[in-house]
């Protein structure tokens, strides 16, 4: 499943997206660098059609890149915007200059303005691409008005737009299928590279005389660990199934929900396997497993998915097997 693109990925995002951009990013300086050097190696547009632009990749093909982004924690949009761009060609909304952020959920229309609640991104994105009201609307960041949030070091925030600044767009479908399958990527792979920490600390970590990796109690924990990373792995390939660009809507609701149900239990692994040096400012895991656990809930929580998931099976009306034959070959989005 990895490719040429992905890996050219892995190596921009390893070079402009290190810890110390990460952490100047959570302190409120834009990443524009970083972003301008993903932008100019085309890694937005990789779902994008030819004619228009784009690399014209499969949404498989482009899952690597967004693993890259969640090993990463690029500290702007990329997921979303791989995801964005060929949902606007589709509506026939020519592309905006800049990074996109997906809110299908959170944004109301009233008095007179739009306001997000939580908004995803709204600290680093250039537009935010967010339904509200049934209506999907294009709302560029510079224009909004953000407020102050209590969650330490979130690059969301609460926001408001005037309807003057905010334009509507027609055509392209509903949002919350490409955000489940942004995060389900995402967190696949910052679990990815959670693992990996976890088994250099363990490796390096004496006690008693012998690496703590070299403690049943320890290779036990691990082992659940790896089997909740993995399984995110599989979930984020089921996510990223579908045609033009668009995610199969059950099987993007099922990759959301198991690498969901994955993040908490592998940050949970993860502190306590390297104990109260995890939690500290100065090393890179709570920089991860704080991600994790925003990103759990971003887009839809396990139990949003699950119910959906739920109510799609008793509407289908057959036999259990039938369904999760039909859900598991889907190929075509809704």
């Known amino acids: ?58 949404l498989a093909e482009a899952l690597p890149v967004v693993l890259a982004a969640g090993r990463h924690l690029c500290p702007y949009p ?22 996109i952020a997906l809110a299908p959920h959170g944004v109301t229309l009233r008095d007179g303005r739009l306001h997000g609640a939580g908004v995803p991104w709204m600290r680093s994105a250039d537009y935010v691409l967010a339904q509200a009201d049934g209506q999907a609307w294009l ?62 600390y363990a490796n390096q970590r004496a006690q008693f005389g012998k690496p703590i990796g070299r403690f049943q109690a320890i290779q036990q924990q691990v082992s659940v660990m790896a089997e909740q990373v993995w399984a995110a792995r599989m979930a984020a390939q089921l996510a990223f199934q579908g045609a033009e660009g668009r995610p199969a809507p059950l099987l993007a609701a099922t990759g959301k929900a198991r690498a969901s149900l994955a993040a908490p239990l592998v940050a949970d692994i993860a502190h306590a396997v390297h104990g109260a040096i995890g939690v500290t400012e100065e090393y890179d895991l709570q920089l991860y497993t704080r991600r994790l656990r925003e990103w759990r809930l971003a887009g839809g929580s396990e139990s949003h998915w699950h119910e959906r998931i739920g109510a799609q099976a008793l509407a289908d009306g057959g036999d259990a097997l039938s369904f999760l034959r039909g859900a598991l070959c889907a190929k075509e989005a809704a």
């Open 1 to 58: 499943m990895d490719n040429i693109f992905g890996d050219a990925a892995e190596r921009l995002f390893a070079q402009t997206c290190t810890p110390d951009v990460i952490r100047r990013a959570e302190q409120g300086q834009r990443p524009a660098e970083a972003w301008q050097a993903c932008e100019d190696a085309g890694f937005g547009d990789a779902l994008v059609p030819e004619a228009d632009g784009g690399a014209g990749l499969e």
């Open 78 to 99: 990329i997921a979303h915007t791989v995801l964005a761009r060929p949902w606007l060609c589709r509506a026939g909304r020519p592309q905006p200059t800049g990074s």
């Open 139 to 200: 709302l560029p960041a510079q224009a909004a008005r953000i407020e102050a949030g209590g969650v330490h070091a979130s690059l969301s925030a609460d926001a408001s737009w005037d309807l003057a600044d905010a334009e509507r767009i027609e055509g392209g479908g509903a949002l919350d299928t490409l955000a489940a399958a942004a995060y389900a990527g995402l967190m696949a792979g910052a679990m990815e590279r959670v693992l990996a920490m976890t088994l250099d």
